[in-house]
């Protein structure tokens, strides 16, 4: 398996409060999404990171950010979270090589009260 | 505008029967189309497929793709209770973005 690790895994918060989710790899692998996952919507991708401090927006970046300091880690930011963000958060990685599959990590479930 | 659809959503059948999973693809670079299954935790990756016509095949599992009509099935023969879980169709576009499905939700009954 991909060494890909997601912290925290369960976090409750209140609406208003800033939340970041980690991302940890330790594959050296080039590229670095985060997913978010909804009922009725399959997964959909928030930001991607193709290299260290390298970053690009996704179908649903309103309302987050992202940071690439590090090659192994990638770091999602809800600077006020709302209730709308409500949802599973999945990071991938891939290294990029030709039409390669990502690799996902197990998932971090945020609930915003 | 790109997009992915699959169906059923939604799949329930008997242990042993043989089931043929939809995903249509309107895609503008087109890369390749991935499967993947996921259970109560991360997708994990089942088949990609690059080429029309060409079957990749795994176990029970078998995928392939037409290009020409622009979708792609996942068949699984010989249901098992195991395989019960959402599988989710996704196409690769530039800059190694993936981009899923709704996926089905495919449950097997003993």
């Known amino acids: 398996d991909a060494g890909i690790t997601q912290s925290p895994r369960h976090k409750v918060t209140e609406t208003g409060t800033p939340v970041t989710l980690r991302c940890h790899q330790t594959?050296?692998?080039?590229?670095m999404y985060w997913y978010r996952q909804d009922p009725g919507h399959g997964l959909r991708l928030i930001h991607y990171s193709y290299g260290v401090k390298d970053t690009d927006k996704g179908e649903v970046s309103d309302g987050y950010s992202v940071s690439r300091s590090k090659t192994e880690d990638f770091l999602l930011t809800l600077e006020s979270a709302t209730s709308s963000q409500t949802s599973v958060y999945f990071c991938?990685?891939?290294?990029?090589?030709?039409?390669?599959?990502?690799?996902f990590g197990e998932g971090s479930r945020l609930t915003v009260l | 505008e790109d997009k992915v659809v699959q169906s059923p959503l939604s799949l329930v059948v008997h242990e042993g029967d043989t089931v043929t999973l939809n995903c249509s693809y309107e895609?503008?670079?087109?890369?390749?189309l991935l499967w993947y299954k996921q259970e109560k935790k991360a997708p994990t990756f089942l088949f990609m497929l690059t080429s029309s016509g060409i079957e990749k095949k795994s176990g029970r599992l078998s995928s392939i793709l037409d290009k020409k009509e622009l979708f792609s099935i996942l068949n699984i023969t010989a249901t098992q209770t195991g395989d019960s879980a959402v599988y989710l169709c996704a196409y690769l576009q530039g800059a190694q973005k993936l981009v899923f499905g709704q996926g089905t939700r495919l449950t097997i009954n003993p």
């Open positions: 895609v503008t670079n087109f890369r390749s």
């Open positions: 991938a990685i891939s290294d990029g090589q030709g039409p390669g599959e990502l690799f």
């Open positions: 594959e050296n692998h080039r590229y």
